[in-house]
């Protein structure tokens, strides 16, 4: 069950934050559904963050494990030459 | 003039819709999916998916059939057919699990060449053995930045809830997709879940919240249809890539099935075994098959046989548990000639949707070139008291050939069936199932198993 601080505080909130993004109609021929929108565009919203952080992070650790395997790639080629 | 039948699961989406010229699937595209289908052809996409085997081929048809109207059509298109239609209330959860992650897979190469999904149905997905294939050619829009990801929604109703139910309550209810084609309602998904919506941040935020969401904004009128500059393209691929760990962390319960342990359990000898299966090759020889139905066929001992030769077969079980097992050894295999698929005899599976003609009967995808029926005759007619004159009409329906396996009374197998009903069926007997098969099949040869009493019949159809 949803308390009602809840009610009072958390969907007001969702419309707002929904409302307040700019739309126009584009529709599909599946219906997308209001509340399934308002998640999304939260869910988008939290998930873009956690997502930039990860690609940055495999980046970054892909960047250090290429520079420790480099010697071993050059020995390779060495004796492919 | 070919004759056009329209098919009966495709009339939702105004932009084509498929229909059978002379036989073959063929898809229509009207002049208003015209745009989606000329960026998926010009942005690569095709190519791409086409490439690594996630999407279906096809080849566009020179001109428009006659006895099309040829004004309101763009283009006909006639993709590579598919060797069996399956659908998803028939499979196991690691083929809906596959099935799931095939369309983010193709979500994911959508967006990257400026495209997106307009719709993410299981419907949209079909097997070829152990492979996933998606087979909407017109599934695909382009991506307009700011766009909400419109099918959401829809994947969490048809995939995200069957598998959290499959995978945190009981394997057995992914057959809820039969009675609820357009997905599971996220509020009955929650109250089946109880505490097990709340345990694990993707149920709770995308089947608890979620379902509150849709009943506290199910009133919401007007303008929320849709709306652009809302969502950043990052967004998108940050909740597909979400869901895509989801479902890759999704694991099929532990679940003990009757019919799982079988094989360590049979009542023959292995050198029965090994007649059994030689007795049935030696009539398959006869009849060189290309679809074959495994009815009853457990874990696929003997549906391998023929897809390790290239044979298509499809292996059907009443026991998820065993489709599981099936699925799973398939895959390892790598083996595209195996599909095993749920089906209960006694119940199969009806033709369901608008006007009962959406998603066909197993019984109107037939009939297979030969049916195996081994070992499940003494289930059908001392467990569950069908008698075998009706057996017959069904596997005649089924088969064009039959090699069914007859299982006497004094078996062992058989009499644990008896065990608690006590003996009601004095007209089972290998005489009475030789009278009644040979009403609606011709006994071409029986062969009999050592040391067990059984015997294989080979039967034609009359």
Same mark, same amino acid.
């Given at each position: ?81 | ?160 809830? &069957? @598998?959290? /139910?499959?995978? $945190? #309550? ?10 609820? *084609?357009?997905? %599971? &309602? @996220?509020? /009955?998904?929650? $109250? #089946? ?10 149920? *709770?935020?995308? %089947? ?255």
């Amino acid at each position: 069950m949803i308390s009602p601080v809840m009610n009072k505080i958390f969907y007001p909130v969702m419309l707002i934050l929904f409302l307040a993004v700019s739309y126009d109609r584009a529709y599909g021929y599946i219906d997308p559904g209001s509340g399934s929108l308002i998640l999304q565009a939260l869910l988008a919203g939290v998930l873009a963050v956690v997502f930039t952080v990860k690609t940055w992070w495999h980046k970054l650790s892909s960047l250090f494990s290429k520079k420790s395997s480099c010697s071993t790639d050059a020995s390779k080629n060495n004796l492919k030459d | 003039m070919q004759k056009i039948n329209p098919n009966p699961s495709s009339f939702r989406d105004p932009e084509g819709y498929v229909v059978s010229i002379a036989g073959s699937p063929a898809r229509v595209i009207t002049a208003a999916g015209k745009r989606s289908y000329d960026a998926l052809m010009g942005s690569g996409l095709y190519d791409a998916l086409a490439g690594r085997g996630l999407l279906v081929e096809h080849r566009e048809m020179e001109s428009i059939p006659d006895g099309m109207s040829q004004n309101q059509i763009y283009k006909v298109i006639v993709p590579k057919k598919l060797p069996f239609v399956s659908y998803p209330y028939e499979w196991c959860f690691s083929q809906l699990r596959d099935a799931a992650i095939t369309t983010l897979e193709v979500q994911e190469m959508a967006l990257k060449h400026g495209m997106t999904l307009k719709d993410a149905s299981p419907f949209n997905v079909m097997f070829v053995g152990y492979k996933p294939l998606f087979i909407d050619t017109l599934s695909f829009e382009p991506y307009e930045e700011g766009a909400p990801w419109k099918p959401y929604r829809q994947f969490c109703e048809t995939f995200l809830a &069957p @598998l959290f /139910l499959m995978s $945190k #309550l009981d394997l057995r209810l992914g057959s809820a997709l039969k009675h609820f *084609l357009d997905g %599971i &309602p @996220l509020d /009955l998904c929650r $109250k #089946l879940l109880g505490k097990k919506a709340i345990m694990g941040l993707a149920p *709770l935020t995308h %089947i608890w919240v979620h379902s509150f969401m849709q009943k506290r904004y199910a009133d919401t009128s007007s303008e929320t249809g849709g709306y652009k500059k809302g969502i950043s393209r990052k967004g998108i691929e940050a909740l597909i890539d979400n869901l895509h760990g989801c479902i890759n962390r999704l694991k099929p319960p532990r679940q003990k099935t009757p019919w799982r342990e079988y094989y360590a359990h049979t009542s023959y000898s292995e050198s029965s075994f090994l007649a059994k299966k030689e007795g049935v090759l030696k009539l398959a020889e006869r009849i060189k098959p290309k679809m074959v139905w495994d009815i009853g066929g457990n874990t696929g001992e003997f549906s391998t046989l023929f897809s390790e030769r290239k044979i298509y077969t499809v292996c059907f079980d009443g026991d998820i548990g065993c489709v599981e097992e099936c699925y799973i050894g398939a895959k390892k295999r790598r083996d595209k000639s195996l599909l095993p698929l749920f089906l209960d005899i006694t119940n199969p599976t009806p033709a369901v949707g608008w006007q009962n003609e959406e998603r066909e009967s197993i019984l109107s995808r037939g009939p297979a070139d030969l049916v195996l029926f081994l070992a499940v005759i003494h289930h059908i007619a001392l467990g569950h008291n069908v008698p075998l004159s009706m057996i017959a009409k069904m596997l005649s329906q089924a088969a064009k050939n039959l090699a069914i396996e007859f299982v006497p009374k004094e078996d062992p197998q058989a009499q644990r069936l008896l065990i608690n009903k006590g003996d009601i069926f004095p007209d089972y007997t290998e005489e009475n199932f030789r009278r009644e098969f040979s009403k609606a099949f011709r006994i071409e040869d029986r062969i009999p198993i050592e040391g067990s009493g059984r015997s294989l019949y080979l039967m034609s159809g009359a």
